[in-house]
Nanobody, 123 residues
Framework: QVQLVESGGGLVQAGGSLRLSCAVS????????MGWFRQAPGKEREFVTA????????VYSDSMKDRFTISGDNAKNTVYLQMNSLKPEDTAVYYCAAQLFGTIYRPSDYGYWGRGTQVTVSS
């Protein structure tokens, strides 16, 4: 069993940056494909980015690939999401998730989820 705990969210002005952390316990994060998703009020959960368990290749949503970066620290067993040039439309709850197999973009293919961290970007 793996547990995920997100942190690092908050209120930031447009154009600012935040770094979200996903602390992983129970298993080494590299055992899984680790994804970041976000969900804004009234909207479906949206794929942001992921780092694959085999080889560590990264995948990004086209709309965020130029501003967001996913990375992992094996020593801390933590996955990060660096978000730059934030926009008001980035406001959402951001979730960390883990999967062993499945479609990397599909939330339902992730078996483990954190509780999320709120990111609010003011204009």
């Amino acid at each position: 069993q793996v547990q995920l705990v997100e942190s690092g969210g908050g209120l930031v002005q447009a154009g600012g940056s935040l770094r979200l952390s996903c602390a992983v316990s129970g298993r080494t994060f590299s055992t899984y494909t680790m994804g970041w998703f976000r969900q804004a009020p009234g909207k479906e959960r949206e794929f942001v980015t992921a780092i694959r368990r085999s080889g560590g290749n990264t995948v990004y949503s086209d709309s965020m690939k130029d501003r967001f970066t996913i990375s992992g620290d094996n020593a801390k067993n933590t996955v990060y999401l660096q978000m730059n040039s934030l926009k008001p439309e980035d406001t959402a709850v951001y979730y960390c998730a883990a999967q062993l197999f499945g479609t990397i973009y599909r939330p339902s293919d992730y078996g483990y989820w954190g509780r999320g961290t709120q990111v609010t970007v003011s204009s």
